[in-house]
């Protein structure tokens, strides 16, 4: 398998960060949703280190994503039955995955401080909050960062949709040059 894209095909590199990026928001989307009925103490607040671990995971992972795919051109997309109208569809639904991909994590940090608490980062040291508690402000920014990864999710099941339509009904290459080993 090539290290960098081809005009048929993704490389190593840009199919490592996407399925690593996907593992990462799977992870922390279901601590976050299911992090509360951990026991209290001790099993919780090490939920929340991880959660908020892979969160942090997230955004440089993106980063390291973006600046792959700025200097790396991906892959023309297949064509589709669906025309202009599906490569307009499938470029908005990656923008909004990307944009949602850092204001997630930001929405996070801010509640974290917005609750008083420093940001533990990967639990080897912590970023003390900027200020002072507040607890209506870290509820509504709380509620945010939970509306957006619920939409983030939402998206990233239809862009796995989106992509298993175009493998088993438009039968194309769109899934398979995004796979691990497989060539195009």
Same mark, same amino acid.
């Given at each position: 398998?090539?290290?960098?894209?081809?005009?048929?095909?993704?490389?190593?590199v840009?199919i490592?960060? !996407?399925?690593?990026?996907?593992?990462?928001?799977?992870?922390?989307?279901?601590?976050?949703?299911?992090?509360?009925?951990?026991?209290?103490?001790?099993?919780?607040?090490?939920?929340?280190?991880? #959660?908020?671990?892979l969160?942090?995971?997230?955004?440089?992972f993106v980063?390291?994503?973006?600046?792959?795919?700025?200097?790396?051109?991906?892959?023309?997309p297949?064509?589709?039955?669906?025309?202009?109208?599906?490569?307009?569809?499938g470029?908005?639904?990656?923008?909004?995955?990307?944009?949602?991909l850092?204001?997630?994590? $930001?929405?996070g940090?801010?509640?974290?401080?917005? +609750?008083? #608490?420093?940001?533990?980062?990967?639990?080897l040291?912590?970023?003390?909050?900027?200020?002072?508690?507040? +607890?209506?402000f870290?509820?509504?920014?709380?509620e945010? #960062?939970?509306?957006l990864?619920?939409?983030? $999710?939402?998206?990233?099941g239809?862009?796995?949709?989106?992509?298993?339509? !175009? !493998?088993? $009904?438009? +039968?194309?290459?769109?899934?398979?040059?995004?796979?691990?080993?497989? +060539?195009a």
């Open positions: 398998m090539r290290v960098r894209n081809s005009a048929q095909a993704y490389g190593a840009a490592a960060l !996407h399925w690593a990026v996907a593992l990462l928001v799977l992870g922390a989307w279901l601590l976050g949703q299911f992090g509360d009925d951990l026991p209290r103490g001790s099993p919780r607040e090490t939920g929340l280190l991880v #959660h908020t671990s969160g942090l995971a997230i955004v440089a980063a390291a994503r973006l600046y792959w795919r700025l200097s790396d051109s991906p892959p023309a297949e064509k589709s039955p669906l025309g202009a109208w599906g490569e307009w569809a470029k908005t639904v990656h923008y909004l995955i990307y944009a949602l850092i204001a997630v994590p $930001i929405a940090v801010l509640a974290q401080f917005a +609750r008083g #608490h420093g940001l533990p980062i990967f639990g040291f912590e970023i003390a909050s900027p200020w002072v508690e507040d +607890r209506n870290a509820r509504n920014v709380t945010v #960062h939970e509306v990864s619920n939409i983030l $999710i939402a998206l990233v239809l862009h796995a949709i989106a992509a298993l339509v !175009h !493998h088993y $009904i438009f +039968r194309d290459r769109t899934l398979v040059r995004m796979l691990p080993g497989r +060539r």
